[in-house]
């Protein structure tokens, strides 16, 4: 990134729900020092979020640019060391902005779980980006630090263990409260109308390796597919179900050890579930989330009931209560066997919703990460993931933030 930027750290989107939030987060949390300015369409809209912030926040600039407007993009991004921008659904509105950090080699996160996005982001402008020496990170919230931070712990643990490589490595959550916000449903149909006309869609959708850098070099580990139904794990010692968020999460996991030159292992199989224990009504409970998961899928891809949950469901910009927001939190586990036949477990946990409070926590540490700790961060740019662009520092910082992230050996 040559010369000196006027910002370190452009919040674009503040005015979104959990723009407000990170903005809220960043003027808490955000060191005095640090360079910061709000962005969106509206300068009063800003006005009114930064008025709302307090004294952390009273001297940050306010930019007006639109992502209809590629000049205010280029702009945009040629004034700050790093972006950060909650503008979605990202398919729909995010490719100029993800183009402008490209070109102006300005480090770019966002919180996208949408993997035909990150595809175009990849094909189009990983070279550009790779040239320029921006970092492009995709899904800097809990799609998917969680999972992608909590692998790479255990993969460093194994490493300095000698233990060999990862192998069998399951995500399960164990607990969480929260609620969906309305950009994500908004994702979600977005994804459902593409797939439903276009079957190159629906192929790559179901794509285990759908973010690889290299399809072709990915090992062959046979049916690697989402978890659908409810199932008991004797492995595990747990009834499981699918996770929703384990479409995104596994893509963005296996490009990190693709990233790494499959560092993890060439025999790493990934998946992600909820853990619902061994009680009596353990296997109802994983039932009926994995009925229900299926429900919604078919209820927004049918006309008829999508229009009645439309009218149930929350609206891009609208999102939990403060108080909702306060009472949630995550409890995850990801276990892990070695090709040595060691086994080991990668905690990760925090208070607040995980897609809201929670995810504010992790996307302003990202900015302020790529910001600020560009000596400490590995060697890389293109299109990356927050572990491979970020990796320990991120960690620390989280850490300190009051999130954990542990690993255990345990045999």
């Not at 009680?279 to 927004?300: E, I, S």
Request: glycine share 12%.
């Amino acid at each position: 990134m040559g010369g000196e930027r006027e910002f370190d750290l452009v919040l674009f989107g503040a005015t979104s729900f959990v723009g407000r939030l990170t903005a809220e987060y960043l003027a808490r949390a955000a060191p005095a020092e640090v360079k910061i300015a709000l962005a969106g369409r509206s300068h009063d809209r800003l006005l009114v979020l930064q008025t709302s912030l307090g004294s952390g926040a009273a001297e940050w600039p306010l930019l007006v640019a639109d992502t209809n407007d590629a000049g205010s993009l280029g702009e945009l991004a040629g004034r700050t060391r790093a972006l950060a921008t909650t503008v979605g659904p990202y398919r729909r509105y995010g490719l100029p902005v993800l183009e402008a950090c490209a070109v102006a080699g300005t480090h770019y996160a966002d919180l996208n779980g949408e993997v035909l996005f990150m595809r175009d982001a990849i094909d189009r402008f990983d070279v550009v980006a790779s040239e320029s020496g921006a970092r492009i990170v995709h899904s800097c919230g809990f799609d998917s630090i969680p999972s992608d931070l909590g692998v790479f712990l255990l993969y460093e643990a194994v490493t300095a263990d000698n233990a060999g490589e990862l192998e069998d490595t399951t995500l399960v959550v164990r607990a969480m409260r929260g609620g969906f916000s309305g950009g994500t449903v908004a994702s979600l149909k977005g994804t459902l109308d593409e797939a439903r006309h276009d079957r190159g869609v629906a192929r790559l959708l179901t794509d285990p390796y759908a973010l690889s850098p290299d399809r072709a070099a990915e090992p062959d580990l046979g049916p690697e597919r989402d978890m659908r139904g409810p199932h008991n794990d004797p492995e595990l010692g747990m009834w499981i179900g699918p996770f929703v968020m384990g479409a995104i999460n596994t893509r963005a996991v296996r490009r990190s050890n693709a990233l790494r030159d499959w560092a993890y292992g060439r025999r790493f199989r990934y998946r992600e579930v909820m853990g619902f224990g061994s009680g009596p009504l353990a296997a109802a409970q994983a039932g009926g989330v994995a009925g229900g998961a299926g429900a919604l899928v078919g209820g927004l891809t049918f006309g008829p009931t999508r229009a009645v949950l439309d009218r149930v469901l929350p609206a891009p910009g609208e999102g939990p209560s403060a108080a909702q927001r306060d009472r949630g939190f995550f409890r995850i586990e990801i276990h892990t066997r070695t090709s040595t036949g060691a086994r080991y477990i990668s905690r990760v946990a925090a208070k607040g919703d995980p897609g809201y409070k929670a995810t504010a926590v992790m996307f302003g540490e990202s900015g302020l990460c790529l910001a600020m700790d560009r000596e400490r961060l590995p060697e890389r740019a293109g299109v990356l993931t927050p572990s491979t662009a970020m990796g320990t520092p991120l960690v620390e910082r989280l850490r300190a933030a009051g999130q954990t992230y542990e690993v255990e050996r345990t045999s």
